[in-house]
């Protein structure tokens, strides 16, 4: 705005210095966040909608400020992401997030599996690939188990990088999904060049799947697609027994949402666990 000459100085109002004073201060708690141990994860149930047996865990970042209290990621994230920082952010919540998925499996025997969310910064950084390979190693787990979570934004500028690290993961068979389908105005042909092995619908379609009959007709085509190009489903934000039944129906694999469970901590995930999944 400066560049913009004298009226834009007249526009800058006291309000905004204390919004970027205060965007400032952020900032630099963020970079001493990791550092002062202040982030957590959080982990919510998807499960499979036909028999409601656990499938897998997302993991769902948390950062607990002294100051601030508990900040939540659309808070923080595009903070992280401007400033770099979401790439040693990003390999920490790997790093945690496989080493909880390794401890439930000696919890359980059971192979469940962990979703993790990549931003776009982090998913070009050169270090990403070998960052999850170091993850799954230090924590000896089976690549098949962790779910890297993608947004479709992320495929909207359809580069050769993007593509090139997409086949890489799959070759190393992680898997991949597609985070918040249908929000996000890309040509759906990509689901076809790309290696994805499923697609989460974003719940803004599954929160009124009841009342608006267009809503239904979408999540219906949406399954009915993924399953022809022989990808999983999954319904983010199912809150209601009737939204349950209306995915059974329509054949929907997997669901995620308060109606199963809120994201919880490592504690009481694990006692999730033991309580519904022995
Ligand atoms: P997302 O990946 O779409 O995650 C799902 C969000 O929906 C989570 O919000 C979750 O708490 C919330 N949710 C789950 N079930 C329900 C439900 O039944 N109803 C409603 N209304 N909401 C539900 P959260 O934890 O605040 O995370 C927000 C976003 O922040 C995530 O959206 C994801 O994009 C980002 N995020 C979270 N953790 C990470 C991370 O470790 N790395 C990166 N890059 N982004 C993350
Ligand atoms: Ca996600
Ligand atoms: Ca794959
Ligand atoms: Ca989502």
């Given amino acids: 705005a400066k560049h913009q000459g004298k009226s ?3 526009h800058f109002t006291p309000e905004m210095s204390e919004v970027s004073h205060e965007r400032l201060q952020m900032e630099s708690r963020l970079r001493r ?12 149930p998807i499960v499979d909608t036909a028999s409601g047996k656990l499938r897998a865990a997302e993991a769902l970042l948390r950062w607990n400020n002294p100051v601030m209290g508990m900040v939540m990621p659309d ?3 595009p903070l992280a992401e401007e400033t ?8 920490w919540v790997l790093e ?12 359980t025997g059971l192979d469940i599996g962990i979703s993790v969310n990549v931003s776009p910064r982090q998913f070009r950084d050169p270090g990403f690939i070998s960052a999850v390979a170091r993850a799954l190693s230090n924590n000896n787990l089976a690549p098949e188990r962790l779910e890297l979570e993608i947004t479709e934004r992320l495929l909207l500028d359809n580069s050769i990088e993007t593509a090139q690290i997409l086949k890489e993961l799959d070759r190393k068979k992680v898997r991949l999904s597609v985070d918040d389908f249908g929000t996000g105005y890309s040509a759906l042909s990509y689901l076809k060049s790309y290696p994805f092995d499923s697609l989460k619908i974003d719940r803004t379609f599954i929160n009124d799947v009841l009342k608006e009959p267009e809503d239904a007709s979408l999540v219906r085509a949406i399954i009915n697609m993924a399953h022809s190009l022989e990808l999983t489903v999954v319904a983010e934000g199912v809150e209601s027994e009737p939204q349950t039944r209306f995915l059974k129906k329509e054949g929907c694999d997997y669901s995620q949402g308060y109606f199963y469970s809120r994201p919880l901590p490592a504690e009481e995930f694990s006692e999730w666990l033991r309580t519904n999944h022995r």
């Fill in 8 to 10: 834009s100085y007249a």
């Fill in 33 to 44: 966040a990791l550092e002062l141990k202040e982030f957590e994860l959080y982990f919510q």
């Fill in 75 to 77: 808070r923080f994230i």
């Fill in 84 to 91: 770099g920082l979401i790439i040693s952010i990003g390999e």
């Fill in 96 to 107: 945690q997030a496989c080493s909880a998925a390794s401890g439930w499996k000696e919890q």
